[in-house]
Nanobody, 119 residues
Framework: VQLVESGGGLVQAGGSLRLSCAAS??????????MRWYRQAPGSQRELVAS???????NYADSVKGRFTISRDNAKNTVYLQMNSLKPEDTAIYYC????????????WGQGTQVTVSS
C-alpha cells in the first residue's frame, strides 16, 4: 500500500488548504480500520491532528477543532483534511497514516506534505 499526500503549500494566516491522501497498490486486500493525519513541526514530536474510523467517527486535536475537517472518498481511496482559519502554529509537515486490520494491525505512512502558514 502506498500513500501519497498532496495539497500542501504556503498560505497566509486565516487562509485555507485542503490536503489529500490517496491510497494505491494492494488497497483492495486491506481492511481499513482508520485513517489519520499527523503533523510534525521542527523540533517537535509528531502529533495526531485528526482521525476517521471505518464507521465514520471523526476525532480532532483540541488545537484544530472547529477549523479542520477530515473526510474520505471511498471510491477514490482518498482521505482529505480541510484546513480553515489557518494559524502560523499550524506550520508543519503533515503525514497521512492508514491503519490496516486485514492481518493483525499494520500501519502505512505517506511521505508528508509541507504546510507553511505566514503571519
Amino acid at each position: 500500500v502506498q500513500l501519497v499526500e498532496s495539497g500542501g503549500g504556503l498560505v497566509q494566516a486565516g487562509g485555507s488548504l485542503r490536503l489529500s491522501c490517496a491510497a494505491s497498490g494492494s488497497s483492495f486486500r486491506i481492511r481499513i480500520n482508520a485513517m489519520r493525519w499527523y503533523r510534525q513541526a521542527p523540533g517537535s514530536q509528531r502529533e495526531l491532528v485528526a482521525s476517521l474510523t471505518r464507521g465514520g467517527l471523526a476525532n480532532y486535536a483540541d488545537s484544530v477543532k472547529g477549523r479542520f475537517t477530515i473526510s474520505r472518498d471511498n471510491a477514490k481511496n482518498t482521505v482529505y483534511l480541510q484546513m480553515n482559519s489557518l494559524k502560523p502554529e499550524d506550520t508543519a509537515i503533515y503525514y497521512c497514516n492508514l491503519e490496516d486490520a486485514s492481518d493483525g494491525l499494520h500501519y502505512y505512512w505517506g511521505q508528508g506534505t509541507q504546510v507553511t502558514v505566514s503571519s
